[in-house]
């Protein structure tokens, strides 16, 4: 196997996706920026677990943990690829349901951003900017309908991410119904020989406050805000004051410092974060997933519009890996690693062949993609579209109301 590497080129990708190549893939190794033996802090799960699992690594097993899903960092490439989008690095078909009227803090939801993308719900019930008919009865809609692999032309000029990060689902349809398209890009992380550690919690409290002051719960007109010491202002029910608590139950006083181990949780690990010897990305874009697609025009296959539109996947792929992977692996608070050498992709050959390594920067990846739109655009005199002007939705009364109504309803929970 070769382990010399040049810069991926156009040729060089048209040829994988045209001649039978299996897979690009990446792995990739980390250290935590804090250097080794510096914890990590990885998601937690129902009942605020970790998700740990036994691996094979090398022929041999190594406990690991998850420190990043096949969902999340598909997000993260989303996000990757909505700010090239924003920045004007790439020409990218977007739809987009503008919440800034009603909602600053939501402002605009795009395709990139949507969970299930342009199957989501938050598209369906938005309206097109005159406000006339809903998203998922347009003329938009109606394009990718009967969308499958073995039509897949509509996705290709309206939501190409789609093709890439895949989707279930149709204009008309809730749950699971529609055109089923799988994933051409997996990515996770995890961490390997992953060592539990012990939560700990503290809080000095520069006012000093004690544990021993008693907060009531105060009354409508007392001047006095959410809660008082002075009882003749509290709330009053069955003639007696209504106690909110502790003062550390409203952030207030000290907490004393506490530590909690795996074995005092019975060998739940709850936040307690992990060290690791090393962290690891798995990468690969499946070839023969993206050969599978098929965009015909007018109902007739065309061979030429096959091979430019599967080569403008697999560089859409290759350019959202590339640039989440220039944008840093901070994946949370207290969980930033750091590569320990530069991108490399694998490319995956038939059984026999041996393996090419290329390498690809984000000003690489981004001319590869924009040169595979190029060859699409030039394809619009046999009827191919390539929407690159956004396609701006508004929010329904309907999306309005719920949110509007959820938030209220969330405050009064909160409050009980």
């Given amino acids: ?11 060089d990708l048209k040829g994988a996706v045209s001649e039978g190549a299996a897979a690009f893939r990446c792995v990739t190794e980390y250290q935590p920026v804090g250097g080794s033996g510096s914890k ?9 677990v970790y998700a740990f699992e036994s691996r094979r690594l090398n022929g041999e097993e190594h406990q690991c943990v998850i420190l990043d899903s096949v969902a999340s960092q598909a997000n993260r490439m989303e996000e990757a690829l909505r700010s090239a989008w924003e920045e004007k690095h790439i020409s990218l078909p977007v739809i987009s349901v503008d919440f800034t009227k009603d909602f600053r803090d ?4 795009t395709s990139l951003d949507a969970p299930h993308r342009i199957a989501d719900a938050i598209l369906r019930y938005a309206k ?37 990060f895949g989707i279930w689902g149709s204009p ?14 997996v990515s996770e992380m995890i961490g390997v020989d992953a060592v539990p550690g012990a939560k700990t919690t503290s809080r000095i409290d520069p006012t000093g406050i004690r544990a021993g002051v008693k907060l009531y719960q105060a009354a409508p007109g007392s001047g006095d805000l959410e809660w008082t010491v002075d009882e003749k202002k509290a709330v009053q029910e069955k003639k007696k004051s209504v106690l909110l608590g502790k003062p550390s139950e409203l952030n207030l006083g000290n907490v004393t410092p506490t ?40 109902d007739q296959p065309d061979p030429e519009v096959d091979v430019i539109g599967r080569i403008a996947v697999a560089a859409l792929a290759l350019c959202a890996a590339t640039l989440t992977h220039e944008d840093g692996a901070d994946l949370r608070s207290r969980c930033h690693l750091v590569p320990t050498s530069e991108l490399k992709w694998e490319l995956v050959g ?22 595979a739109v190029e ?10 579209e390539w929407h690159d002007e956004e396609i701006r939705l508004i929010p329904s009364k309907q999306l309005v109301d719920a949110i509007q109504l959820s938030r209220a309803r969330g405050g009064a929970e909160e409050v009980e």
């Fill in 259 to 298: 530590a909690e181990s795996p074995e005092d949780t019975g060998g739940l690990i709850k936040g307690g974060g992990v060290t690791i010897s090393r962290a690891l990305q798995f990468t690969t874009i499946s070839l023969p997933a993206i050969r599978r697609l098929r965009f015909p025009l007018n």
């Fill in 128 to 164: 097109t900017q005159d406000g006339d008919e809903f998203f998922s009865r347009s003329r938009y809609a109606g394009m990718w309908k009967e969308a499958s692999i073995h039509n897949a032309t509509s996705l290709l000029e309206i939501c190409p991410t789609a093709l890439v």
């Fill in 172 to 185: 008309e349809a809730t749950g699971g119904l529609g055109a089923k398209f799988q994933r051409v890009i």
């Fill in 375 to 384: 060859q699409v655009k030039s394809l619009r005199s046999k009827g191919l």
């Fill in 350 to 371: 038939r059984p026999g062949e041996d393996s090419r390594f290329f390498t690809l920067d984000g000003a690489g990846a981004t001319s590869l993609f924009n040169r």
């Fill in 40 to 48: 990590v802090f990885p998601p937690t799960y129902a009942g605020s």
């Fill in 1 to 11: 196997m070769s382990e010399g590497s040049i810069n991926l080129s156009f040729e």
């Fill in 106 to 109: 939501i402002g605009k939801v």
